[in-house]
């Protein structure tokens, strides 16, 4: 039996910029998804999902036809997730021709450590693991498939905080210690409510505006943040940030739209409009603050961080 794990991932800052060569400061999850695999001895797949709570979310079988052809065998369950995985195997194949040979098959689970609705990476771990798999470089799987800035897959493959360049030839990235001394005052609020990564995409490519002048801003925020050893300091930056991300993609900050009342700051760790948020503030204070308002995920930042 082979194993693959990744972790999941968290965007401080750079959110959407980072498409266009900003510098973000990404923070890999202790909460990530493994892939289990075995081999049998018939040409399919037997592929099942399984939640956080080990719960069968998704299974289905495919036949290995030929060297590039896979077909579902199970057409009751959810078509789209079917068609989802054939893409990423057959681009895994097309990286890596002999990947997934005919003579044998496998018996595949994946299982995930966060619930689906977290947006911590649910598919740039998966697409990390069959890398892995299928020994092919995981940055090309991605590009190929799903796409993106690939700074998720790089907090896949990472295990502590990195500030992440997206480049043309091959990501930049560079593991830093992000120990401030205020990160007891650091708390992650999920909204309820899932983001869909592409649309958010899709979103900022239609809107933004003045690219190079706000990702020498970015990157001068990142870096600041970087270098801050106050609270007070972090929360003018991620401020200054949310404010400056909403301009140019044409959007209201999250604190403005929801949490106005709040006396600290509020920033979108990731696309706007659903997922987490990050608060600061004393435990106790944000607690009561975000339970009132009906959000009771809340997590501390040593809790879900990996550094």
């Given amino acids: 039996m082979q194993r693959f794990y990744s972790h999941g991932k968290l965007l401080l800052t750079g959110e959407y910029v980072v498409l266009d060569g900003a510098k973000a400061l990404a923070l890999p999850t202790k909460f990530g998804q493994m892939l289990t695999v075995e081999v049998l001895d018939e040409p399919k797949i037997k592929w099942q999902s399984l939640d956080d709570q080990d719960a069968v979310w998704f299974e289905d079988e495919f036949v290995l036809v030929d060297e590039q052809t896979i077909q579902s065998q199970m057409p009751h369950y959810d078509r789209s997730v079917s068609s989802r995985l054939i893409e990423l195997l057959q681009a895994a194949q097309h990286l890596k021709p002999t990947f997934l040979s005919t003579k044998t098959g496998y018996n595949v689970t994946s299982k995930l450590e966060f619930p689906s609705n977290w947006g911590l990476g ?12 299928a020994q092919v470089d995981a940055f090309a799987l991605s590009n190929a498939t799903f796409g993106g800035s690939g700074y998720d897959i790089a907090c896949a493959q990472q295990h502590s905080p990195i500030v992440y360049e997206r480049q043309h030839t091959k990501p930049k990235l560079q593991p830093i210690i992000f120990n401030k001394a205020f990160k007891n005052d650091l708390f992650f609020i999920h909204l309820n409510q899932k983001q869909d990564s592409r649309e958010s995409i ?16 970015i990157n001068e925020i990142t870096q600041d943040i970087l270098d801050c050893a106050t609270l007070n300091t972090f929360e003018t930056l991620i401020e200054a940030h949310e404010t400056l991300i909403g301009t ?8 403005q739209r929801l949490f106005n009342d709040y006396q600290h700051a509020i920033k979108s760790p990731g696309g706007w409009g659903g997922d987490f948020i990050l608060a600061t503030g004393h435990k106790k204070e944000v607690h009561s603050y975000f339970k009132s308002k009906g959000y009771h995920t809340i997590m501390a930042f040593q809790d879900i961080i990996l550094e």
């Fill in 122 to 133: 649910s598919s740039s771990t998966l697409i990390n693991n069959i890398a892995q798999w």
């Fill in 202 to 217: 899709k979103t900022y490519q239609e809107n933004k505006t003045n690219s190079k002048e706000t990702i020498l801003k």
């Fill in 248 to 255: 140019v993609t044409n959007q209201t900050p999250v604190k």
